[in-house]
């Protein structure tokens, strides 16, 4: 038995580090796109708040240079790990011309970067899981060692896409990965009044696939179910369904108001286990980060964080008939 938990998994400190600074990056974006949001300087913002550990431990379980990713609208930290960078997600808040994902087109949280292997999505929730099917199955035709990895809302869950995506492979024994990312309300309505089963990873059982729960505020749990879950993939024996819980630190968006449906306790009360200082605790626990060392990483991505605002606010936007471009008929 390992002394370190990352180290009985496989991972290096430089890697466990790495986590930490995605997950830390992910959390300032979103902070700072709700500042711009409040100042009336960016149209819309939907939080990954509370969520970062599950997507970037789940995303270093995975062949960043080869995997796919079918993300949703929360899932800054997958992106981040899968390569955008600061300024391309700032670009995006924006609505610029140089956003990498659609020239201003796209709602902020639509992430999407052909060249990292980023699907975008529409705004219907579950769409994606389909797509990630279909990257699967052209995996398997193509006889790729390589999985897509597609996330979604517990909420969602319960949409039609999510069934006929999982059940087609599970059928077909496809290279899929899919993570729920229970966060425990979706919009309004608490996990109690989504889910007539226990737990979202039961639903697997009728897919014919395994299911599994685990902790979503835990990067390194994450990073193991999601790591055995790409073995099984790659050698044959076909998807997974992974269910990450953790909770909404912020409202749903920043269009509506919490405190209409929840307790200021509840959110509270999740503070408490909230990954950043969680994760952070743990890394001071095993020599790997210092109060000093955590300062200056907090220096470099206010920095990095700072830059990408400046740049986005000055970029320009796409000229008016750009709104003509890819469309069937103009
Ligand atoms: C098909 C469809 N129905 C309704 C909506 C409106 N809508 C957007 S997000 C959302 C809640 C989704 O909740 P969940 O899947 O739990 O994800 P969360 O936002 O909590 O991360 C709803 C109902 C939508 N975008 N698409």
Same mark, same amino acid.
């Given at each position: *038995?390992?002394?370190?938990?990352?180290?009985?998994?496989?991972?290096?400190?430089?890697?466990?580090?790495?986590?930490?600074?995605?997950?830390?990056?992910?959390?300032?974006?979103?902070?700072?796109?709700?500042?711009?949001?409040?100042?009336?300087?960016?149209?819309?913002?939907?939080?990954?708040?509370?969520?970062?550990?599950?997507?970037?431990?789940?995303?270093?379980?995975?062949?960043?240079?080869?995997?796919?990713?079918?993300?949703?609208?929360?899932?800054?930290?997958?992106?981040?790990?899968?390569? *955008?960078?600061?300024?391309?997600?700032?670009?995006?808040?924006?609505?610029?011309?140089?956003?990498?994902?659609?020239?201003?087109?796209?709602?902020?949280?639509?992430?999407?970067?052909?060249?990292?292997?980023?699907?975008?999505?529409?705004?219907?929730?579950?769409?994606?899981?389909?797509?990630?099917?279909?990257?699967?199955?052209?995996?398997?035709?193509?006889?790729?060692?390589?999985?897509?990895?597609?996330?979604?809302?517990?909420?969602?869950?319960?949409?039609?896409?999510?069934?006929?995506?999982?059940?087609?492979?599970?059928?077909?024994?496809?290279?899929?990965?899919?993570?729920?990312?229970?966060?425990?309300?979706?919009?309004?309505?608490?996990?109690?009044?989504?889910?007539?089963?226990?737990?979202?990873?039961?639903?697997?059982?009728?897919?014919? *696939?395994?299911?599994?729960?685990?902790?979503?505020?835990?990067?390194?749990?994450?990073?193991?179910?999601?790591?055995?879950?790409?073995?099984?993939?790659?050698?044959?024996?076909?998807?997974?369904?992974?269910?990450?819980?953790?909770?909404?630190?912020?409202?749903?968006?920043?269009?509506?108001?919490?405190?209409?449906?929840?307790?200021?306790?509840?959110?509270?009360?999740?503070?408490?286990?909230?990954?950043?200082?969680?994760?952070?605790?743990?890394?001071?626990?095993?020599?790997?980060?210092?109060?000093?060392?955590?300062?200056?990483?907090?220096?470099?991505?206010?920095?990095?964080?700072?830059?990408?605002?400046?740049?986005?606010?000055?970029?320009?936007?796409?000229?008016?008939?750009?709104?003509?471009?890819?469309?069937?008929?103009?």
């Amino acid at each position: *038995m390992s002394k370190n938990r990352h180290e009985g998994l496989g991972l290096t400190d430089e890697q466990v580090l790495d986590m930490f600074k995605t997950m830390l990056l992910a959390r300032k974006i979103d902070e700072r796109m709700w500042l711009l949001n409040r100042a009336g300087k960016i149209p819309f913002v939907i939080s990954c708040q509370g969520q970062e550990a599950a997507q970037v431990g789940a995303s270093f379980a995975l062949d960043r240079e080869q995997d796919y990713v079918a993300p949703y609208y929360r899932d800054m930290g997958v992106v981040l790990a899968f390569g *955008m960078t600061a300024k391309d997600l700032m670009l995006s808040g924006f609505a610029k011309n140089e956003d990498p994902n659609s020239g201003g087109r796209q709602m902020p949280g639509h992430f999407g970067q052909k060249k990292n292997r980023i699907l975008t999505g529409s705004s219907p929730v579950t769409t994606q899981v389909p797509h990630a099917v279909g990257v699967a199955l052209a995996a398997k035709m193509e006889k790729k060692d390589i999985v897509s990895f597609v996330t979604l809302g517990e909420g969602s869950s319960n949409q039609g896409d999510f069934h006929e995506g999982l059940n087609f492979a599970g059928v077909h024994k496809l290279p899929v990965i899919t993570m729920v990312e229970n966060n425990k309300y979706a919009i309004s309505v608490p996990i109690e009044r989504q889910l007539a089963c226990e737990k979202v990873s039961d639903r697997a059982q009728g897919y014919g *696939m395994p299911g599994v729960t685990v902790d979503g505020n835990d990067p390194l749990a994450v990073y193991e179910a999601v790591k055995e879950a790409r073995d099984r993939a790659v050698k044959g024996d076909g998807p997974t369904l992974i269910e990450a819980v953790s909770y909404r630190l912020t409202a749903h968006s920043s269009d509506d108001d919490d405190r209409q449906y929840r307790e200021s306790e509840e959110v509270e009360e999740a503070k408490k286990k909230d990954s950043i200082i969680t994760f952070a605790s743990y890394l001071k626990e095993v020599g790997i980060l210092t109060d000093e060392v955590e300062k200056e990483i907090n220096g470099e991505i206010g920095n990095l964080v700072n830059e990408a605002t400046d740049y986005a606010e000055n970029a320009p936007y796409a000229d008016p008939e750009d709104a003509l471009k890819f469309v069937y008929e103009a």
